[in-house]
């Protein structure tokens, strides 16, 4: 780590043409830590990633090679960067090269660079657990779930498909589909993308709820917030959101996190039936896009997990109450000169 007073923090965005500005929403909660001098980097896979461009947020931006298709390239290119470049810590987002950063912690850390994501240990667990059981997981409900091998399987009468139901990967990408036609061409989409395995699960929910918890990776859940889902997008993203409190299902996270000794930041969401059944649908190890949502209402886990890393004070204050607050998502504008977006293609910097 540097000497100075200064967090120099890299964050990797999405390899994804679905980008939802999990970038730029870590980005924007960084910048409300006030007891912390950060400079910001941002990794980019695409030029045209959201919110690269904001030179009022970003400090300095690199564009990158996918580290699946070529570790060597990867690395090399990395190299230049800190040959030009401190970086104490690298964050990246939950896309299909996540499980290559866990295996390429070894060479992060020789380079002085640390990666904040969980251990190769617990990520297989995480992918056991929550995407090839269909059972519960400490006693966390699990909806029926099916994996599709091929596209014959979508054809299969023994699967018993009940609309609508969920498509997802093991990388975040989640979609409703309302027919056959429907699922088929997702599965299409994710057969172009080489996103396997592809999974099928059931819908049950009246409500939906997204959580995002810190484990400090001996046990204890340092925070836990949580959002209602008011109005989706067509893949099931949420445009509107509102803060809530579910002592019920918060029990059940601090549980796992318990159990599983997590380290990091980790994000449910799950739907609570008719009957109040909580059903665990969806599990990502990540800073989620509605961070900053909890982070402007007094909940900034992002700043408490570099306190945690830097062996800060951690105040026992009570923290302000994430209630009655309502989250509204719109899009950014960012206008800049031409030739200085020719030049950033050009020379993979900015």
């Not at 006693?139 to 609309?163: F, G």
Request: aromatic share 12%; hydrophobic share 35%.
């Amino acid at each position: 780590m540097s000497n100075s007073k200064q967090i120099h923090i890299a964050i990797i965005g999405q390899k994804s043409s679905n980008s939802y500005a999990h970038l730029f929403a870590i980005i924007r909660t960084l910048r409300e830590i006030k007891c912390l001098e950060i400079r910001i980097i941002v990794f980019t896979y695409d030029a045209y990633e959201s919110g690269i461009l904001n030179h009022n947020l970003i400090d300095k931006c690199y564009c990158i090679p996918s580290p699946k298709k070529n570790k060597l390239v990867f690395l090399s290119r990395l190299d230049h960067i800190v040959s030009e470049e401190i970086i104490d810590y690298i964050i990246p987002c939950y896309d299909k090269n996540f499980i290559d950063y866990i295996k390429l912690k070894p060479q992060f850390k020789k380079r002085g660079i640390r990666m904040l994501i969980p251990s190769i240990i617990q990520y297989n667990s995480f992918v056991n657990d929550f995407f090839l059981s269909s059972e519960k997981i400490q006693n966390i409900n699990i909806p029926s779930k099916k994996l599709i091998r091929t596209k014959n399987d979508i054809h299969n009468d023994n699967y018993n498909y009940n609309y609508p139901i969920y498509v997802s990967n093991l990388f975040g990408e989640l979609s409703i589909e309302e027919s056959k036609e429907q699922l088929e061409r997702q599965y299409n989409k994710l057969l172009i993308k080489k996103e396997f395995p592809v999974f099928i699960q059931e819908t049950c929910k009246v409500a939906n709820y997204k959580f995002l918890a810190l484990g400090d990776g001996t046990g204890n859940t340092r925070e836990i917030i949580s959002v209602k889902k008011i109005q989706n997008s067509s893949t099931d993203t949420a445009w509107i959101s509102s803060s809530e409190n579910i002592p019920k299902i918060e029990n059940l996270i601090r549980s796992f996190i318990n159990k599983t000794k997590w380290f990091g930041a980790i994000e449910f969401e799950f739907e609570i039936k008719k009957s109040n059944e909580c059903f665990l649908v969806g599990a990502k190890p990540h800073f989620p896009d509605w961070v900053y949502f909890a982070a402007k209402a007094g909940n900034n886990i992002p700043e408490l997990f570099l306190q945690l890393l830097l062996g800060m004070h951690i105040s026992n204050e009570k923290k302000k109450t994430f209630e009655n607050k309502i989250h509204l998502k719109y899009s950014w504008d960012i206008i800049m000169d031409k030739q200085e977006f020719e030049n950033f293609m050009l020379s993979s910097e900015i």
